[in-house]
């Protein structure tokens, strides 16, 4: 396998203070283990670029754009209460979302077969009118919707495995059947949104899939809910690209989060994704850094993750066993799957 890799030092100049968990030590921590690990020598540099405007007003309007571009050069602007800018803040949020195109670009022209962005700021929280939860521009989302112009791609697959629920990229195609959502998320938890009975509109109807989970979730569980309820819908829906919005706030220890992933964990649902997009879309495969805020976590789980893109390692045998409290927990999930996806 060919493995793309999205890495400028640039995504460090982006910061919202010394004490806010969103720091650059998030990337400067991954970036460090990569030029430790000669196993990973091999990656392929993806050359970022800054993403023309009217490639972010895919996703976002004209006055948000604007009201973003107003924020260079000054010290500080406060967007909400958990997101501000510095003056390179949106220099860096267009580097951002041009990474992560140009990773896609490389991978449907077969440069690569995979890959993964290690951008930031992250995305899926953010809206088409207003920043919210750390988040700039929706990086996933524009990407998705690029891929749709550039390439005519009819059925994109988002798989959200983030701590928190992808409000940002949720609304942006609740009404469409051509980009499918995916999400496990704790809940209920910030946002607020995400529970099970939010399943799309219209057209795009059945093509939100929430997975809302109580705290305490480790790597069988989620390994449990991406073969056993993820699985038959990619069989069904046949992507043509698969986006994930890797967020590494479900490993156990992070600061934000109650969940308990392993270094391991990632690595099966990274072999488990792999398989997928072998199967289905020809390998494309495209992994975007959302949060983590556990240097460790971040460090030991995108090196578990790059050991599986770049096929490295073998994917860890982990038995998919969940317990009957759990099972109980994810009922609506499978009903969801049985009325919008297993009709008879």
């Given at each position: 396998m060919i493995t793309g890799l999205v890495r400028d030092w640039r995504y460090l100049n982006h910061e919202m203070g010394p004490y806010h968990v969103e720091s650059p030590a998030r990337l400067e921590v991954i970036y460090r283990m990569i030029e430790e690990e000669?196993?990973?020598?091999?990656?392929?540099?993806?050359?970022?670029r800054e993403a023309k405007e009217d490639e972010i007003a895919l996703i976002h309007y004209p006055s948000y754009?604007?009201?973003?571009?107003?924020?260079?050069?000054?010290?500080?602007?406060?967007?909400?209460?958990?997101?501000?800018?510095?003056a390179l803040s949106y220099e860096t949020a267009l580097?951002?979302?041009?990474g992560v195109l140009e990773a896609a670009r490389a991978i449907m022209e077969k440069r690569i077969d995979n890959a993964f962005a290690l951008v930031r700021?992250?995305?899926?929280?953010?809206?088409?009118?207003?920043?919210?939860?750390?988040?700039?521009?929706?990086?996933?989302a524009i990407a998705a919707r690029w891929l749709r112009q550039q390439y005519?791609?009819?059925?994109?697959?988002?798989?959200?495995?983030?701590?928190?629920?992808?409000?940002?990229?949720?609304?942006?195609?609740?009404?469409?059947?051509?980009v499918l959502y995916f999400s496990t998320h704790q809940f209920p938890y910030y946002p607020g949104t995400g529970s099970w009975e939010e399943v799309g509109e219209g057209e795009g109807l059945g093509f939100t899939f929430n997975v809302p989970l109580s705290p305490g979730k480790g790597d069988a569980d989620f390994l449990f809910i991406f073969k056993e309820i993820l699985g038959p819908i990619v069989d069904i829906y046949q992507p043509q690209f698969i986006l994930v919005s890797a967020g590494f706030d479900i490993y156990?220890?992070?600061?934000?989060?109650?969940?308990m992933v392993t270094g391991v964990g990632f690595a099966a649902l990274a072999g488990l994704l792999l398989e997928m997009a072998r199967k289905i879309c020809d390998s494309r495969l495209l992994l975007v850094l959302e949060g983590g805020y556990s240097l460790e976590g971040l460090r030991s789980g995108v090196k578990e993750i790059l050991f599986q893109l770049s096929g490295l390692k073998e994917p860890p045998e982990i038995e998919p066993v969940i317990s009957a409290l759990t099972k109980k927990e994810l009922e609506p999930a499978f009903k969801n799957l049985r009325q919008y996806w297993l009709k008879t």
């Open positions: 000669p196993d990973l020598a091999n990656l392929v540099l993806i050359e970022p754009i604007d009201r973003l571009k107003e924020t260079k050069g000054k010290p500080r602007v406060i967007l909400d209460p958990d997101t501000s800018t510095c580097l951002a979302v041009g700021p992250p995305g899926h929280h953010a809206e088409a009118s207003r920043a919210m939860g750390f988040c700039l521009f929706n990086n996933v005519g791609l009819e059925r994109i697959l988002i798989i959200d495995w983030d701590l928190h629920h992808g409000n940002g990229t949720q609304h942006a195609f609740y009404r469409e059947k051509e156990s220890g992070d600061p934000l989060g109650g969940m």
